[in-house]
């Protein structure tokens, strides 16, 4: 019979500039979903966007920036 007891893994510390790059990257996602909330004249500490368009663009914004975490973090 195999172990059933599930392997445990360790994250790596991250770096200093790991770290900055991160941070960094959620403040561009943040200025980006308060530009897109400007654009479409909605509240930027709420959740709605003016459009369906706009809320396309938030979502990808927030896609692209897990990507580049999931980078940096590999």
Same mark, same amino acid.
């Given at each position: !019979?195999?172990?059933?007891?599930?392997?445990? *893994? #360790?994250? +790596?510390?991250? #770096? $200093? &500039?790991?770290?900055? /790059?991160?941070?960094?990257?959620?403040?561009? &996602?943040?200025? !980006?979903?308060? $530009?897109? /909330?400007?654009?479409?004249?909605?509240?930027?500490?709420?959740?709605?966007?003016?459009?369906?368009?706009?809320? *396309? &663009?938030? =979502? !990808? #914004? +927030? =896609?692209?920036?897990? =990507?580049?975490?999931? /980078?940096?973090?590999?």
């Amino acid at each position: !019979m195999s172990d059933t007891q599930r392997p445990s *893994f #360790t994250r +790596r510390a991250q #770096t $200093e &500039a790991e770290a900055a /790059h991160l941070a960094r990257l959620d403040d561009l &996602a943040d200025q !980006m979903i308060t $530009e897109l /909330h400007a654009i479409g004249g909605t509240d930027p500490e709420g959740s709605e966007l003016a459009s369906q368009a706009l809320a *396309f &663009a938030a =979502q !990808m #914004t +927030r =896609q692209a920036i897990d =990507q580049a975490k999931r /980078h940096l973090t590999a």
